[in-house]
C-alpha cells in the first residue's frame, strides 16, 4: 500500500503539467450508462466503470461472456463443477448470487438461467461489457451488492455483415467448434436499422487424468437473435431486442450412452427466450428524458442429475424447470441548468419484475413453486460540474418474501481538480431475500451421492453496506498515454447465507444441505488497474486485486462441530494483463495472462463409512496466453483474419484431481482451461 502510495505521490508532478492529446488508445473518453442510467463518458461518471469492448474480445479470443470477464478488473471466473461445466463470476471476492447481470441495462436474468448463463450468452451477442463495481443497489436492485455486468447487445450503426470460426483443441485431445454471424441494416434516412446475430458451438468433453469421467463437460448450443430500432418521430424511438438460446450440456461418463445409463451423469436441455422492448421519448432541447420498457426470459430446463452402477435398473434422475421472468417500467430524466447550486441530472424511475418458478422431478412426488414480486421505485440525483459530481439517489423494493419494503441508499462523490486526476468515493446498501430457488439450488453429486439444498425456516434476509474510494491518474505526454487506478473497497454482510450439510438427513437419497444465517461476512480489499499506450500501435492493460473475504463471529460450518472464517474460492490475490501490439497494418499480436493465488477449497473424500470432508489450500496459478492475427484485404470493403493462438501454454492446470464415480465433482478449481491450442477465421464485409 505504501509503494502505491509513494508511485501516485511521485506521478503527480509529471501530471500537472501534461498536455491532453486528442488520441484515447486508453478509451477513457468512451460513453457508458451503466453508472447513472444516462450516457457519460467514462472519466466524467461518478463511479469507475470498466469496459470491455468488441475489440478486446476478439484479442482474447473469447466465444462467450464468461471467458471476457476475467478481463476486468476485480472479476474473477471459473468452473466449479466437473459434471455439470457451471461457471461463477465472483467481483471483490463476493460470488455471483451478489451480482446483478443486465441485458440492456435490464435485470431480466432470473436465478435458473444464472447457473449457466456465463456459457450460453455468446460474444456474437454483445457490443459492450461494462463493470460497475460496488455501488449499483440503489439502480439496479437488490442483488447488486458486489456490482453490475451491464451486457451491451450490439446495435445497428451501419451495413455490415461478418461469418466466422473458432476452432480450439483442449489439451490435445478434445475439439471445440464455434461458429458465428452478425449482419447490420441502415437505412439510408438513419430512422430504422436491424442488427441480426447468430452463433453454434460444439464441445467435446475432455477427461485429464484418464479415469473415463470428464473435467469439461459436452456441450451443443446454438444462439439466433436481432436487436433493431425504429424512430416513430423525430423525437421518439423504439427498440427491439430478441434472442433465444438452445443449450444442451452433459458431464460424467459413458457419452456414447444415453444419460440413465451412465455411472454420473449431470446436465441438461435450456431452451431460452429473452425480448426486450425499449421506447425513448427525447425531445430537440435535450433537457428531458422518458422511457418506458418491458422485458421478458423465459427458462425451459429439462435435466439429468444421476448415478447408478452396473448392477441397478436405469436411473430415473429427470427433472423438469420451468422459470418465467417479466420485468417492466418507466423511467424519466430531467436536465438543470442549475438546481440549487450546480448543474444537476434527475432520473426517477419505477419497475415491476415478477418471477414464476415451477420445479419437479420423477424421483420425488414434490413440486417446487416460487412465485415471486418485486415492487420497486427509485430516485436519484447528480450534481455536476467539470470537477465535481455528487450523486445522491435511494432505490425502495416491495419484496414479496419480506414484510416490509427495503430502502438502499447509494451516495457517490468525485472531485477532479484537473483533466489528469480524479477522486471518487461512494456508498451503496442493499439486500438479499430468502428466496427458495438460487443459483446454487440445483442438483449435483458429490462422491457418487446426490446432493440438495433448501432453507431453514428461520432463514432471514441478508443486509450489506459497501463503501469504496478511488484515486484515477491519467498522462497524456505526447504518443504516450497512461491511466492508474487505484479502489479501496470495504463490504459488511449482516446475516449472511451459509450452507451447511445435515448429516443425519439423506431426504429421498439426497444429501441434504441446508441455507442458514450466519453472523455476518466482511469483505475488504484493493483494486489496482494501469493502462499504458507507450505508442500508438501498443496498448498495456493490467488489473489486480488484493482482498480477503471473511465470516464474522463463528463462521461457517464446513464439518461437524468445526467452523472457518474464509470464504471459499477467494483468493486474496488475483489479476490479469493484455498486450495488443500491431507492428504493422495488418497484423496484431496478443499477449495475455490471468493469476490466481492461493485459494481455500473444501475437498469431500470417499472413506469406507461415508466421506470426510477436507480443507485444502490451493497452489497458485499464472494462465499465460498467445495469439497472432493477420488481416488479409480482397476490394475496398471485405478482409480476410486469419489467427493462431495457443491458450495456457504452460499448462497450469489443477493437478489433484479426483478420480473414479466417487470422486467429488465439485472439487475443481483453477484455469478453466488446459494448454489448448486456438484456430480462428473471420470474413468481414
Request: proline share 4%; glycine share 8%.
Amino acid at each position: 500500500m505504501k509503494k502505491i502510495i509513494i508511485i501516485i505521490i511521485s506521478l503527480l508532478p509529471l501530471v500537472a503539467s501534461a498536455q491532453i492529446q486528442h488520441r484515447d488508445t486508453i478509451r477513457l473518453r468512451q460513453v457508458v450508462v451503466t453508472a447513472t442510467q444516462h450516457t457519460t463518458t467514462r472519466s466524467e461518471a461518478p463511479s469507475a466503470v470498466g469496459v470491455i469492448d468488441g475489440g478486446q474480445m476478439e484479442a482474447v479470443s473469447a466465444v462467450n461472456l464468461g471467458q471476457t470477464l476475467n478481463f476486468s478488473t476485480g472479476l474473477r471466473v471459473e468452473n466449479t463443477c466437473q459434471n455439470c461445466g457451471a461457471n461463477e463470476v465472483r467481483i471483490n471476492g463476493l460470488g455471483q448470487a451478489y451480482s446483478q447481470i443486465l441485458i440492456d441495462s435490464r435485470p431480466v436474468n432470473n436465478a435458473l438461467a444464472g447457473v449457466y448463463l456465463l456459457d450460453q450468452l455468446p460474444t456474437a451477442l454483445i457490443d459492450r461489457v461494462e463493470v460497475l463495481r460496488g455501488g449499483g443497489s440503489a439502480l439496479y436492485g437488490s442483488n447488486a451488492i458486489a456490482g453490475v455486468i451491464n451486457v451491451i447487445t450490439r446495435e445497428p450503426h451501419n451495413n455490415s455483415a461478418s461469418v466466422g470460426n473458432t476452432t480450439s483443441l483442449i489439451g490435445g485431445k478434445s475439439w471445440d467448434y464455434s461458429n458465428s454471424f452478425n449482419a447490420s441494416v441502415v437505412s439510408d434516412d438513419r430512422r430504422a436499422g436491424i442488427a441480426v446475430f447468430g452463433h453454434n458451438r460444439r464441445r467435446d468433453s475432455y477427461d485429464r487424468n484418464g479415469d473415463g469421467y470428464s473435467e469439461i463437460g459436452l456441450l451443443k448450443g446454438y444462439m439466433v437473435g436481432f436487436r433493431g430500432y425504429l424512430r416513430t418521430s423525430d423525437f421518439t424511438k423504439l427498440n427491439l431486442e430478441y434472442h433465444k438460446i438452445h443449450d444442451f450440456r452433459r458431464g460424467g461418463d459413458r457419452f456414447d450412452l444415453p444419460s440413465p445409463m451412465a455411472h454420473i451423469s449431470e446436465g441438461g436441455e435450456h431452451d431460452i427466450n429473452s425480448v426486450n422492448l425499449k421506447w425513448d421519448w427525447l425531445p430537440a432541447s435535450g433537457i428531458r428524458h422518458a422511457s418506458l420498457f418491458a422485458s421478458m426470459q423465459h427458462v425451459d430446463r429439462q435435466s439429468y442429475y444421476g448415478e447408478r452402477d452396473d448392477s441397478e435398473p436405469f436411473g430415473t434422475a429427470y427433472g423438469y424447470t420451468q422459470d418465467l421472468t417479466l420485468n417492466y417500467g418507466a423511467l424519466y430524466s430531467r436536465h438543470f441548468d442549475t438546481l440549487w447550486f450546480l448543474p444537476a441530472e434527475l432520473t426517477a424511475g419505477v419497475e415491476h419484475t415478477l418471477d414464476r418458478l415451477q420445479d419437479y422431478t420423477l424421483e420425488s412426488p414434490d413440486t417446487l413453486h416460487q412465485n415471486i414480486g418485486i415492487l420497486s421505485a427509485y430516485l436519484q440525483n447528480e450534481w455536476k460540474s467539470y470537477e465535481w459530481s455528487i450523486l445522491v439517489g435511494a432505490r425502495m423494493d416491495k419484496h414479496s418474501m419480506i414484510d416490509a419494503p427495503v430502502v438502499s441508499p447509494r451516495l457517490n462523490l468525485r472531485y477532479a481538480p484537473s483533466d489528469h486526476l480524479t477522486f471518487r468515493a461512494g456508498y451503496a446498501s442493499g439486500f438479499r431475500a430468502p428466496q427458495v430457488y438460487d443459483e446454487d439450488l440445483h442438483v449435483g453429486a458429490v462422491n457418487g451421492e446426490l446432493y440438495m439444498i433448501t432453507n431453514a425456516s428461520n432463514l432471514r434476509m441478508e443486509r450489506s453496506h459497501s463503501i469504496n474510494a478511488s484515486a484515477d491518474i491519467c498522462l497524456h505526454r505526447g504518443r504516450f498515454e497512461a491511466d492508474l487506478l487505484v479502489e479501496g473497497f470495504y463490504t459488511r454482510i449482516n446475516d449472511a447465507f451459509v450452507n451447511e450439510l445435515l448429516f443425519e438427513d439423506t431426504t429421498s437419497g439426497y444429501l441434504h444441505y441446508v441455507r442458514r444465517n450466519a453472523d455476518g461476512a466482511e469483505v475488504m480489499g484493493l483494486n489496482v488497474e494501469l493502462n499504458v499506450s507507450p505508442i500508438e500501435q501498443m496498448r498495456l492493460q493490467l488489473g489486480g486485486t488484493w482482498q480477503r473475504s471473511l465470516y464474522t463471529g463463528q463462521g461457517m460450518e464446513w464439518s461437524e462441530g468445526q467452523y472457518e472464517h474464509r470464504m471459499e474460492r477467494t483468493p486474496d490475490l488475483y489479476g490479469y494483463l493484455t498486450g495488443i501490439y500491431t507492428p504493422v497494418k495488418r497484423l496484431q499480436l496478443t499477449a495475455t495472462g490471468i493469476l490466481t493465488g492461493p485459494m481455500l477449497v473444501y475437498h469431500n473424500v470417499a472413506t469406507a463409512t461415508g466421506s470426510d470432508v477436507q480443507k485444502v489450500t490451493t497452489d497458485p496459478f499464472f494462465d499465460l496466453s498467445l495469439k497472432a492475427a493477420y488481416s488479409i484485404p480482397f476490394g475496398e470493403s471485405t478482409e480476410l483474419e486469419i489467427s493462431v493462438g495457443i491458450q495456457n501454454i504452460f499448462d497450469s492446470y489443477q493437478r489433484d484431481l479426483d478420480s473414479g464415480p466417487e470422486r467429488d465433482a465439485t472439487y475443481i478449481y483453477g484455469p478453466s482451461l488446459p494448454r489448448t491450442l486456438l484456430f480462428g477465421a473471420k470474413l468481414s464485409i
